[in-house]
């Protein structure tokens, strides 16, 4: 039977599996990519307690979740698109001129 | 819940979210990374909160990564592969990412979670999730709304083109302007006679 701990471990794998892709990735929109599905695997996560332990908090955390994403993916396409504007590529690795 | 769909969405979850990661043509990437949210959507609903999962596929798979799409397809042209890091790079990530698993591994086995899984009998009901809102979480409810506002402002302000031109644009449309850097003996800097021609 299905429980708690078979959504937790999905979480997990789906979390490990945005990091690589969050360390491994050199194109800016591909980073933020994968750091939304590492924001999808903590849902997971917090909707699988609400429903498995009865309590309200985790499903209300996890719309808190959605809407700071939404704001989170505006703000990084706008940087991007300013990055982009500024050195003709969004390639992370040349992106350095803050670098000391 | 039923096993086989428990599995089955697992799959439709975990082998798209592979694809976004490690695919080299970033426009595929996006796709299945609408797959998989709409995989995740499905999770939310046999978790009975039906709620997550519209707010799943309006925000996340309608608007988040439409507009992923759109950043990447004005910053890259789209059939161009991406470049990919050092092998070096890939083995540590690889090695790090592991090493989290194993930890979240260990983590879940220690954990009594395995016992707890009793489910509620009924959903949150969309209803008690409003009240909520407007009552428990208020204070956040009303600091999300303030945040949505400052990232509307904000990404417009970084995202806006600057008014003065960038010096790339000045030289193209006046190429008389541009200095012939061949024509200037290194050390000497630009001569007289250049200046008046």
């Given at each position: 039977v299905i429980g708690l701990i078979h959504y937790l471990g999905l979480a997990a794998a789906l979390f490990c599996v945005g990091l690589y892709g969050v360390l491994t990735r050199r194109n800016a929109v591909a980073v933020l990519m994968s750091l939304e599905l590492m924001f999808n695997a903590v849902n997971i996560n917090l909707v699988a307690f609400s429903h498995f332990q009865p309590e309200l908090t985790g499903i209300v955390f996890s719309l808190f979740i959605i809407a700071v994403a939404a704001a989170e993916a505006t703000v990084g396409v706008a940087l991007v698109l300013s990055v982009y504007r500024n050195q003709r590529d969004i390639d992370l690795d040349n992106a350095t001129s803050l670098r000391w | 819940v039923n096993a086989f769909l428990f599995y089955f969405l697992a799959g439709v979850i975990l082998i798209p979210a592979l694809?976004?990661?490690l695919s080299q043509n970033l426009f595929h990437a996006g796709l299945s990374l609408i797959v998989s949210f709409l995989g995740i959507a499905?999770?939310?609903?046999?978790?009975n909160a039906p709620f997550v999962a519209g707010m799943q596929v309006l925000v996340?798979?309608?608007?988040?990564?439409?507009l992923l799409l759109f950043a990447f397809m004005l910053t890259h042209d789209i059939m161009k592969p991406l470049e990919s890091s050092s092998r070096l790079q890939q083995g540590s990530s690889l090695a790090a990412c592991l090493l989290l698993a194993t930890?979240?591994?260990?983590v879940l086995a220690a954990s009594?979670?395995?016992?707890?899984?009793?489910?509620?009998?009924?959903g949150v009901a969309v209803g008690d999730l409003g009240i909520a809102f407007l009552?428990?979480?208020?204070v956040p409810f009303e600091l999300v709304s303030i945040l949505l506002l400052v990232t509307l402002v904000g990404a417009v302000v970084i995202a806006r083109k600057e008014e003065r031109e960038p010096p790339d644009t000045?030289?193209?449309?006046?190429?008389?302007?541009?200095?012939?850097l061949d024509?200037?003996?290194?050390?000497r800097g630009q001569s007289s006679e250049e200046d008046d021609s």
């Open positions: - | 694809a976004v990661v499905a999770v939310y609903a046999t978790l996340y798979a309608g608007a988040i990564a439409v930890a979240l591994v260990r009594g979670w395995t016992a707890a899984s009793t489910p509620a009998p009924v009552t428990r979480f208020v000045i030289l193209a449309s006046q190429p008389a302007l541009a200095l012939d024509s200037v003996s290194i050390g």
